[in-house]
């Protein structure tokens, strides 16, 4: 068996960066919409303006 002998430091960082690290379902969401930008589908960006628009269609059919 070979000795390591910087396994117990290895171990602590290791577990340091576990207790860091945020593997919630929430921030992991919050992590994927910050890293799809503006791509995101529900981002302001990509809403639609206002206005009337064909129930069929979904074409715009005035400004009002």
């Known amino acids: 068996m070979q ?3 910087y396994e117990q ?3 602590a960082a290791l577990r340091e ?3 860091q ?6 921030a992991q969401r919050k ?5 799809l930008g503006d791509k995101y589908v ?5 809403s639609p303006t206002r206005g ?3 129930l069929v269609t979904g ?4 400004n009002q």
Not at 31 to 35: F, K, L
Not at 42 to 46: G, Q, T, Y
């Open 3 to 5: 000795y390591d002998e």
């Open 9 to 11: 430091q290895r171990k």
């Open 17 to 19: 960066m576990c207790a």
């Open 21 to 26: 690290a945020d593997n919630t379902i929430e």
């Open 31 to 35: 992590r994927a919409i910050e890293a």
């Open 42 to 46: 529900l981002h302001k960006a990509n």
């Open 52 to 54: 009337r628009y064909n």
């Open 59 to 62: 074409a715009r059919l005035s």
